[in-house]
């Protein structure tokens, strides 16, 4: 019956020509293949792979063991995605599972972990209610989580003198984000007007800017409007058609992938903070994944790309370190545990399995030979930089 959700199922052995046997180390990969989200998902997927290959110095083997990918496509629906782990974890034997790209569908499949008694690493899902409210002990992260998001957006752009107000999807992603964001800015100084939440599938976004351009242009000072907004819609474009700086009223976003990016170009200047741009980080990681993502596919790693790549280089540390996948020795393994990433260094933080990490505010630049806006570094905020905050109740 299981089955019956699962729309495909692919077993990727990461060395050609070979098939999953029972001592090979699985890993599953849960993910919005179809869907919304769809292009996010892709990109973990290559990222995932990549991250094996370059943590495992090409010989896809670990502990002595072939490391096999096991894909489920959830569609990006919460249903799916219980069924998909499930199947995984006790189907597949699948030792650890990585996903998924959708909040609403990563919060469902949190408890199928805690049933199986599986390590889940969330990648590249964000809602904070993930290693919130919603945690458990199996549960760890290597995506930035909405506070992370928040925090460095909010430190990017909120100062005394300055008034916000806030567009977001209406679900656990943009309301997680927006409340993050609140607390943030609060501690900033900045002020904030208004809040407006609007369905995932928007496109028409005129009734919605006259409400925020009315909360914001008679305001003295600095005036933004801050958007956290995934997948289609592009709601910065819309509002920026409908000319807020007529009111003296700027926009201002986290980073996206890079067809997103392209919608930047028309907002020259803009500032916010970014969880990954191929440019900025500079380490050896990086390095080697944009020079062999460039090689590979004529174009530099993406957004989600660095997320997977994450994820596997924290599962390589992690069976490293614990010279086994045996669930307990791995939570013993991976609380406190610091791994490398394009990004540099994260940690798993002990209290909530969150990885703690770096972050870029940025400001938009335009180059005519480049198809995307370039994010132009401001600052690095790093680990210490962010008051993180636990949000679990461990």
């Known amino acids: 019956m299981r089955r019956s959700f699962i729309i495909t199922t692919t077993i990727l052995a990461l060395a050609a020509g070979t098939s999953a046997r029972a001592d090979d180390l699985k890993i599953a990969l849960i993910y919005g293949k179809t869907g919304p989200l769809e292009a996010y998902a892709k990109q973990t997927e290559t990222g995932l792979q990549m991250g094996f290959e370059y943590a495992t110095k090409g010989t896809m083997t670990l502990d002595g063991r072939k490391i096999v990918i096991i894909t489920k496509d959830d569609q990006g629906k919460p249903d799916l995605a219980k069924a998909a782990l499930a199947e995984a974890y006790q189907d597949d034997k699948a030792d650890i599972a990585i996903g998924t790209t959708s909040s609403a569908a990563a919060l469902a499949i949190l408890p199928v972990a805690e049933e199986n008694k599986k390590i889940l690493i969330v990648e590249p899902a964000v809602a904070d209610q993930i290693t919130g409210e919603k945690w458990n002990r199996y549960i760890f992260r290597t995506a930035r989580n909405s506070s992370q998001d928040a925090i460095s957006n909010a430190v990017a752009i909120g100062k005394q003198g300055v008034t916000v107000a806030t567009l977001a999807q209406d679900y656990a992603f943009g309301r997680d984000g927006v409340a993050a964001f609140k607390e943030a800015l609060a501690k900033t100084g900045a002020t904030l007007a208004a809040e407006e939440y609007a369905p995932t599938n ?83 990681v990086n390095d080697w994944l944009v020079a062999e993502h460039q090689k590979r596919f004529k174009a530099p790693p993406d957004f989600f790309t660095a997320g997977g790549f994450a994820a596997a280089m924290s599962v390589v540390a992690a069976v490293t370190k614990a010279k086994s996948t045996d669930t307990e020795k791995l939570i013993t393994a991976m609380e406190g545990l610091e791994f490398d990433t394009p990004k540099g260094k994260m940690v798993f933080r002990k209290e909530d399995h969150q990885a703690l990490q770096s972050m870029y505010a940025f400001k938009v630049k335009v180059d005519p030979n480049v198809a995307w806006a370039v994010l132009e570094p401001v600052r690095e905020l790093k680990i210490e930089d962010m008051d993180v905050p636990v949000k679990n109740k461990r």
């Not at 926009?251 to 440019?279: D, V």
């Open 202 to 284: 928007t496109t028409d976004f005129t009734a919605v800017g006259q409400r925020l351009f009315d909360a914001l242009k008679d305001k003295p000072g600095r005036k933004v409007i801050w958007v956290i907004w995934a997948g289609a819609g592009n709601p910065l474009a819309k509002l920026q058609d409908m000319d807020p700086k007529r009111y003296g009223i700027e926009l201002s976003t986290g980073g996206n992938i890079l067809p997103a990016l392209a919608a930047y170009k028309g907002l020259p200047g803009m500032e916010g903070a970014t969880y990954y741009f191929y440019e900025i980080p500079k380490n050896p």
